[in-house]
């Protein structure tokens, strides 16, 4: 029989955050983790380095948690297979190693968790603020914050991973979405708790941005059907189409942010072409992850 049913009888939970050239940001998201409102004896951090060629590594020795590798597999979700592996916590935690996690995020996602809300717990995600947004960081804020299953803030029992399996760490990106994809196939619900809080970073700008949208594109384009010559007619066809609908969802998007006041009409101009640009950048992105072999 399980044995967290009630908030007075805390689970072992173990938090897994993989790295990759994160020095900049570790230490902070560790501290933050350290700082939980969490019993210390029942919370196991395991940081899971994915070939750093920083001072990560050097970093995460400093701090009371567990250091794993994965060399194999350049993928973060290579690096998150390895941790929830080498786990001894009954939940399993995940968050990125660019966030920060408020003191009160594990107890409030198990506490979703516990009271029968979903099998899968999706925190809230807030951008860390501290200055006047540029042009950029809005589209990144009105386009990526929202409550898909990822793992920059994802809680739930070990035992689902036995149901669903491990992350696809083939994948470049959208292997959480994939993950959460298939839980849902069998019947699995996931619950968005708003009290269980991550802060993220904003991308700052177009460069940044643009790798992002290339990344995700290939993450797509890995997951659909492999462009050959047979099927070239109709892959052109879908691939046109899907940057259709693409430029159609992301300038809803906009265009409801402006409605609400969220952008200005100056805003909204500005970013018109650049969802255009970016919306060629991640069909680009889909036709390489279609032709690449893994």
């Not at 900049?24 to 700082?35: G, Q, T, V, Y």
């Not at 390895?82 to 939940?91: A, D, E, T, Y």
């Not at 594990?106 to 717990?121: A, M, R, W």
């Amino acid at each position: 029989m399980e044995t967290y049913d009630k908030m007075n009888d805390l689970p072992i939970v173990s938090v897994i955050i993989p790295v990759y050239n994160a020095e900049k940001n570790i230490a902070i998201l560790i501290e933050s983790l350290l700082d939980l409102d969490y019993p210390k004896e029942l919370l196991e951090i395991i940081i899971v380095d994915n070939n750093s060629n920083d001072r990560s590594k050097e970093i995460v020795k400093k701090y009371p948690v567990k250091l794993l590798e994965e060399k194999n597999i350049q993928s973060s979700y290579a690096a998150r297979n390895k941790g929830l592996r080498n786990s001894k916590g009954v939940i399993l935690a995940f968050t990125d190693a660019d966030c920060i996690v408020k003191d009160s995020w594990l107890k409030k996602g198990i506490e979703c968790l516990q009271n029968g809300s979903g099998d899968i717990i999706i925190g809230e995600v807030e951008p860390h603020i501290d200055h006047e947004l540029n042009i950029f960081e809005k589209y990144d804020i009105i386009t990526s914050f929202n409550h898909s299953c990822k793992t920059w803030n994802l809680i739930t029992k070990k035992t689902v991973f036995d149901k669903v399996g491990l992350f696809n760490e083939i994948l470049i990106s959208g292997g959480d979405t994939e993950w959460g994809e298939r839980s849902k196939t069998i019947g699995l619900r996931i619950f968005h708790c708003k009290q269980a809080i991550v802060l993220h970073p904003l991308r700052k700008n177009y460069t940044s941005l643009l790798k992002k949208q290339i990344r995700v594109g290939y993450g797509a384009g890995q997951k659909s059907k492999k462009i050959k010559f047979y099927n070239l007619p109709q892959q052109i066809i879908i691939l046109i189409w899907g940057y259709i609908l693409w430029e159609l969802y992301v300038g809803r998007i906009l265009l409801k942010s402006y409605l609400k006041n969220k952008i200005t009409f100056i805003d909204l101009l500005f970013l018109c072409p650049i969802i255009i640009i970016f919306g060629l950048e991640t069909t680009y992105g889909k036709i390489m992850g279609k032709v690449s072999e893994k």
